[in-house]
Structures are given as C-alpha cells and as structure tokens.
Nanobody, 123 residues
Framework: QVQLVESGGGLVQAGGSLRLSCAASGRTFRNYAMGWFRQAPGKEREFVAG????????YYADSVKGRFTISRDNAKNTVYLRMNSLKPEDTANYSC????????????????WGQGTQVTVSS
C-alpha cells in the first residue's frame, strides 16, 4: 500500500505556472506508476498525466500536452506535475494516484489516491 499527499496548489493568473508535488509513503514506491487527475465542480474526474514506475515513459491528456510535465524522483518518493501556460479551464482539484505494476497511462488501474490540492486559474 501507499499513502499519497499532494501539495503546491493555489491561485495563479492565466499564463502562469505552478508545480504540484505528491509525496508518497511506503518502501515500494518504485513499483508504482503514478498519475495526476483533476476534477472541476460538475464535471467528471479527468486523467491529466501519468508516468511509469522508473520514469522512462510519460502520458498526457491531449488538453495538457505540451503545457504540463510529469516527473518523479524515486529517491524522494515524490511525483511532480509542472504546469505551464495555465488556462482558466485548468481550474480543478488535482489528485495524484498510484497504480501497482501498471504503465501509468490513462487506462492503468489506479487504486490509491491522495486527497487532492486545489488549483485555481484566474483570467
């Protein structure tokens, strides 16, 4: 099992940047693909980005490709989401998730979830 805690959310103007962090507990972090999801009020949860357990493969939703970058530091048990060129439609609660022995793509079985961190982008 793994426990996840997100941080780094906040208020930012359109066009700005923000980096989210997700700290994981547990000694088997290296076995998990990691992903970021977001959910805005009245909308379904959406896959944003994923990364393989070793960090060699990344996956992105079309809506964020070219603007967001997911990365991980297994020595720190942490996964990051760098968000550039933020848009108001990026406003959502962002959660990280872990998928054991999965690729990290949008169809991976993400079974462990953090509580989320709010990102609000103003125009």
């Amino acid at each position: 099992q793994v426990q996840l805690v997100e941080s780094g959310g906040g208020l930012v103007q359109a066009g700005g940047s923000l980096r989210l962090s997700c700290a994981a507990s547990g000694r088997t972090f290296r076995n998990y693909a990691m992903g970021w999801f977001r959910q805005a009020p009245g909308k379904e949860r959406e896959f944003v980005a994923g990364i393989s357990s070793g960090g060699g493969s990344t996956y992105y939703a079309d809506s964020v490709k070219g603007r967001f970058t997911i990365s991980r530091d297994n020595a720190k048990n942490t996964v990051y989401l760098r968000m550039n060129s933020l848009k108001p439609e990026d406003t959502a609660n962002y959660s990280c998730a872990a998928a054991l022995f999965q690729s990290g793509d949008s169809r991976s079985a993400y079974n462990y979830w953090g509580q989320g961190t709010q990102v609000t982008v103003s125009s």
